[in-house]
């Protein structure tokens, strides 16, 4: 009997530890399989941020470096100007790249770095507890907008595939999502790219995941992928923002 | 190989270029604008790497970037800058990985002023960061010494693969003097084992850099490993100068100062000895580690000890550990960015 599906290479054979129903063990594993099929694997170089994923060096099977909050881009951008042979990816949650994060994301994009960057928004800070992300929906409620995100007291959520889109530095960028298997399909399609374009000296490419975080959404795990589809998309809507490779 | 006239900011370039520097991260501050500006030129003919980072954080990140890879990255700032870069040195420390950090000091606290200070003692030797780590700290008086010590931070910083401070001010990376250039080559790339470094996982098991430690106990051996560490750096690596200590059995005066301070004491020093005072001068080299030993078995030998700092009082409270109650301490400081002069500290040896 030949098995058709196993666990890819680029993840090592460990317990996860995000809760039921998160988006994060989805994108490792398209991540993961990404990088296998790409066969990089035994030069890629990963960067975990501070936030659910920090742990990703413990599930990726390959190198991975811990950063300082909000850092990864700075901290990739190091590797990949010293060692521009190796794939050099972040991994980054919304508060870590669109709140305390924005410079470094901003500059490497603006520099055109060739790294790939996947950007996990789940409209919340997941790690410290449900409060309000940049990425946080008006209306939605979470530990620190009790009242539901208010435009005239919190503002409205940062769309980082628009903002980015003006910077000429700027290769590839696509809102994708993980919400239902056709969108996990596209997304890693989308992941893939991302990656072949750093391989093939690129630049700058992003791609942003809508994700689930249902414990700090107090939803299950099905009414979050309602959710997504429901109102996380209205907000942010999916697609291609920039692609200068075609 | 002759000697050349050299700016101390384009000395700290050159030396660290000589000890086989890969990449410098910098942003603007004044009074180290030069260093970034000598780099950007200096890098892209060596074929190395040189970025202006959007931020003083960017660039310690950077730093990180690179030395994960175990290429030699350096950054340098201003006071202000320094305190951005504290986090960094901080995950440095915790990650157990090299890097070079130079301050050159301007007057604080606040956006203070621009003229040279060594108002960041504390912030240098105590851990301006968060947790318990030490970094070795480097206090150039002279241009040749900010060359020299450049290129003995890579060293350093390799061997201990912790982080190396090199504490300048204003005006040893603003003043001009002649520099015996190194005919050493570059530090070779594998004279300290870097098995630890991640540079993609062909032919062996995936590396890991981290410093959150969540088990039960893991982060608490990780310190003492640290402290272990630390211990041997401070049994190894003290460096100190000693000036006209050894010639009497009790001497009227000693003079403790550290990097540009030194050398107005020195001019203090001999306008006292020409008129028969019994003056002496200790200048720590390291400031951590510190020569807390060296310190004590002088203050044996002394009627006084006199520090002399350009801020409100800072090394000299190491200075009271190491004296103890063996002689009397005082202190003349002149802090946000004014300089001392020998006629002042003259009229405190008197
Ligand atoms: C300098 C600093 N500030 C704050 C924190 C605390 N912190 C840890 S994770 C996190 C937010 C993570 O949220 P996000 O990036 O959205 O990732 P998620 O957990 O949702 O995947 C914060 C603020 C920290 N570790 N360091
Ligand atoms: S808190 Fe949210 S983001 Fe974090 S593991 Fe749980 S579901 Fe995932």
């Known amino acids: ?246 | 190989m002759k000697k050349i006239l050299m700016q101390g900011n384009v000395a700290l370039c050159e030396g660290a270029i000589a000890a086989g520097l890969d990449a410098y991260f910098g942003y603007p501050i004044t009074p180290q604008n030069e260093v970034a500006v000598h780099m950007s030129r200096r890098m892209r003919e060596l074929n190395r790497v040189f970025i202006q980072a959007e931020s003083e954080i960017a660039a310690i990140n950077m730093v990180f970037g690179v030395s994960i890879t175990g290429k030699r990255a350096m950054t340098s700032s201003s006071s202000p800058g320094i305190s951005l870069k504290q986090e960094g040195i901080s995950y440095l420390c915790g990650c157990e990985l090299p890097g070079v950090i130079a301050n050159i000091q301007r007057g604080g606290p606040g956006l203070g002023n621009i003229s040279g200070s060594q108002g960041d003692y504390f912030q240098a030797v105590k851990g301006g960061g968060h947790g318990d780590y030490r970094m070795i700290t480097l206090a150039p008086a002279s241009v040749q010494e900010v060359y020299d010590f450049a290129y003995l931070s890579f060293d350093l910083t390799e061997k201990y693969h912790n982080p190396v401070l090199i504490l300048m001010d204003g005006y040893t990376g603003q003043m001009m003097e002649p520099v015996q250039r190194t005919d050493r080559p570059p530090i070779p790339a594998k004279k300290y084992k870097k098995d630890w470094v991640l540079d993609g996982c062909k032919g062996r098991e995936p590396r890991k850099i981290r410093s959150l430690l969540m088990n039960e106990g893991e982060l608490e051996e990780l310190n003492w490993k640290l402290k272990k560490k630390y211990d041997k750096i401070t049994d190894t690596e003290i460096r100190v100068e000693t000036i006209n200590t050894n010639s009497v059995k009790k001497l009227d005066v000693i003079l403790i100062a550290f990097g540009v301070a030194s050398r107005v004491c020195k001019g203090a020093m001999n306008i006292a000895r020409e008129k028969g005072k019994k003056v002496g001068l200790i200048r720590p080299l390291t400031l951590w580690p510190f020569p807390y030993k060296t310190i004590e078995k002088l203050a044996k030998k002394t009627k006084k000890i006199l520090v002399v700092e350009m801020n409100l009082g800072q090394m000299v409270e190491d200075v009271k550990i190491a004296v103890g109650d063996k002689c009397k301490v005082e202190f003349l400081g002149r802090p946000g960015g004014s300089i001392v002069n020998q006629d002042e500290i003259f009229s405190k040896i008197k």
């Not at chain 1, 209205?234 to 291609?240: A, D, R, S």
Request: net charge positive; hydrophobic share 35%.
């Open chain 1, 1 to 246: 009997m030949t098995k058709i599906l196993k666990r890819p290479d680029s993840l090592k054979p460990a317990r996860h530890l995000y809760c039921a129903g998160c988006g994060h063990g989805i994108i490792h594993r398209l991540v993961a399989e990404v990088i296998d099929e790409l066969n990089v694997r035994e030069i890629t170089i990963g960067i975990a941020p501070v936030g659910c994923a920090v742990f990703a060096y413990d599930y990726f099977n390959f190198d991975v470096t811990e950063a300082a909050h909000g850092r990864p881009p700075a901290v990739a951008t190091g590797i990949k100007r010293v060692l521009p042979d190796r794939i050099v990816f972040t991994y980054q949650g919304d508060g870590d790249l669109a709140a305390i994060g924005t410079a470094e994301i901003v500059h490497a994009a603006t520099r055109g770095e060739n790294i790939t960057v996947i950007f996990v928004n789940n409209t919340t800070y997941g790690m410290t507890g449900g409060q309000m992300a940049p990425t946080t929906v008006i209306g939605q409620k979470t530990a620190t907008t009790p009242f539901g995100r208010r435009p005239e007291y919190e503002g409205y959520p940062i769309k980082i595939c628009e903002l980015l889109s003006s910077t000429e530095g700027v290769c590839y960028l696509e809102r994708v999502s993980v919400n239902n298997p056709k969108n996990v399909i596209r997304a890693k399609k989308s992941i893939k790219k991302s990656f072949q374009n750093q391989i093939d000296k690129r630049g700058f490419s992003l791609v942003e995941v809508l994700s689930m975080c249902p414990v700090n959404w107090g939803k299950t795990p099905i009414e979050s992928c309602k959710w997504v589809e429901e109102v996380v998309t209205k907000t942010f809507p999916l697609g291609v923002f920039k692609d200068k490779t075609v």
